[in-house]
Nanobody, 124 residues
Framework: QLQLVESGGGLVQPEGSLRLSCTAS????????IGWFRQAPGKEREGVSC???????NYADSVKGRFTISRDNAKNTVYLQMNNLKPEDTAVYSC??????????????????WGQGTQVTVSS
């Protein structure tokens, strides 16, 4: 069974950092593009970042310079390092996979497999 599991969310103070993990089971991520998305209460789901199978990356303007996406295919895991967090980053963060090695889009409708999400709360 194909499954994505996110971890690493939690409560952090403004300007703090968190690292989210997205681990796959039942399939290998080597040939998949992976995206991170977030959804705050009452808002539309937003694309945050994505990474191709080859390591090319793309970021939403709102997180450029603060978030870094990376992948470790040996661990079948993709990471999202989030620095200088702001209250407006508060949301449920989910990862998603698309079986296309070169894909680098941030449209959630383009992704096939989804994790359940992890809550990130930025508050003092």
């Amino acid at each position: 069974q194909l499954q994505l599991v996110e971890s690493g969310g939690g409560l952090v103070q403004p300007e703090g950092s968190l690292r989210l993990s997205c681990t796959a089971s039942g399939f290998t991520l080597d040939y998949y593009a992976i995206g991170w998305f977030r959804q705050a209460p009452g808002k539309e789901r937003e694309g945050v970042s994505c990474i191709t199978a080859g390591g090319r990356t793309n970021y939403a303007d709102s997180v450029k310079g603060r978030f870094t996406i990376s992948r470790d295919n040996a661990k079948n895991t993709v990471y999202l390092q989030m620095n200088n967090l702001k209250p407006e980053d508060t949301a449920v963060y989910s990862c998603a996979a698309r079986p296309t090695v070169w894909f680098i889009g941030l449209n959630s409708k383009e992704y096939t497999y989804w994790g359940q999400g992890t809550q990130v709360t930025v508050s003092s």
